[in-house]
């Protein structure tokens, strides 16, 4: 049986640093579209943000579980960890198929915060999801270098980043014999390359997630950037994205959880007609049908999590788990706007930001229509549909 309240002494500690972050910073930030850097360094310093790193390069050597604790808690007091929850598992990609020089000489750096490794260059304008589609190539020019050029989109916190995991085509589509072949993943020190062939523009949204769009024009990356094999790349950036399903689920756990504690007690304080508002099985319904959704999907993400940190197969579980976790933050957050009315538009309530930063995670980092068709397909054995 999963326990009901894992690692308690860390949800308790990050807690305690949101404290220290109330909805009038988040406010703040959302209305001039801001990067929260104190509340990205308070996470660094406390070593949060390192906790899947091997205590030999600095971390905390905790499993993906300990990692989702973290952000559920994050999202539970009212704060986002999108500013920073890439670092968790783009990180990943150098920890399990970086080679030795590579490790050594990043995840120390990214440990302790002196390099920040949060943009993760995949989508691009003309392919979305269907990364084997994608454009963007990187030549070897034989003289120690690959030259990238293409464009990609959606790649948020690029502007906050100093690293950044690329994946670009080394193999033109047609030489290969597999669409999955011909791919591969580059660690590009964005430092060095800013204003050398790498332009950065921002996109401005309805959520403050940072998000930008990158342009390569003949930008030179040294030859040690490569990650792993050439031609791989695709499998890797496979490998990683269970990881990432399973953070974002319980991100959105967390939200969910805000939203009913948030509708709780307004339905407790809030009296029409001489009584509290949540005496109505109208308004106590769907509290409760939110709740019950909720902890539902947190099954399904502990299960999820429990198997990634076991080693075991856990595609089928870490998709369902991003899948039904997002749909309830969704249902939550639907039901806390219907609760507190008029007042659910209003900044200093938080509920308004809330609800467009929960409505994200339907589409992204995967579209949860593409999540079905996986469960559809791998799982049940159903034609293709595409």
Known sequence: ???????????????????????????????????????VEALTETGYLAILIPERYGGSGLGIAAAGAVLEEIHKAGCNAAACHAQMYTMGTVLRHGSAAQKEA???????????????????????????????????????????????????????????????????KEAVKKRTEGLSVFLVD????RGKGLDIRPIRTMINHSTTEIFFDNLEIPETALIGEEGRGFHYVLDGMNAERILIASECIG?????????????????????????????????AGAYAATEAA??????????????????EQANMAKLLASETSWQAADMCMQTLGGYAFAEEYDVERKFREARLYRIAPISNNLVLSYVAEHVLGLPRSY
């Open 298 to 315: 947190n099954l399904m993400t502990r299960h999820a999590a429990a198997l990634f940190d076991a080693g075991e197969p856990c595609a």
């Open 1 to 39: 049986m999963l326990p009901s309240n894992e690692y308690p002494e860390i949800r308790e500690a990050v807690a305690r640093l949101c404290g220290r972050f109330p909805g009038a910073y988040w406010r703040d930030h959302d209305r001039e579209r801001a990067y929260p850097a104190e509340f």
């Open 190 to 193: 964005m430092r060095e390359a």
């Open 255 to 287: 939200d969910a959880r805000w939203f009913i504690a948030t509708a709780s007690a307004y339905a407790c304080e809030r009296e029409v007609f001489g009584r509290p508002i949540g005496r109505n099985q109208g308004i106590q319904f769907p509290i």
């Open 106 to 172: 990043y995840l120390p750096q990214i440990a302790s915060g002196a390099l920040r490794l949060q943009a993760f260059g995949v989508t691009e304008p003309g392919s979305g999801s269907d990364t084997l589609s994608l454009r963007t190539t990187a030549r070897h020019d034989g003289n120690g270098h690959y030259v990238v050029n293409g464009q990609k989109v959606w790649t948020s916190r690029a502007e906050y980043s100093d690293l950044m995991v690329l994946l670009a085509r080394t193999t033109p």
